[in-house]
């Protein structure tokens, strides 16, 4: 089963300084975090603020859901945090 994203919303959490968005399984609710540090560009540190973080979540949008999909299994019930690594493979 394909995870379907039609809730674009996203919220920047600065505790855990990570990105939180939800995809569905069917009905079924699946949350999903992205590490910041893994939506950071490479050569600027400037990128650590929240507009910045969230601009870079958006432009990443395709990579992110495709990481999604790869992690995504429908036997566990819990959430799922995204780092660079799985960033990188889905692009």
């Not at 979540?57 to 299994?73: G, H, K, L, N, S």
Request: hydrophobic share 45%.
């Amino acid at each position: 089963m394909k995870l379907s994203f039609p809730n674009s919303s996203r919220s920047y959490d600065a505790a855990h300084k990570w990105v939180r968005f939800w995809a569905y399984d069917e009905s079924l609710e699946v949350p999903f975090f992205v590490d910041a540090a893994a939506l950071q560009s490479p050569s600027s540190a400037a990128d650590e603020d929240e507009l910045s973080i969230l601009e870079n979540f958006d432009r990443q949008w395709i990579a992110i859901c495709a990481a999604a999909e790869r992690v995504y299994t429908r036997r566990s019930r819990g959430s799922y945090l995204l780092r660079a690594a799985d960033l990188a493979r889905a692009g």
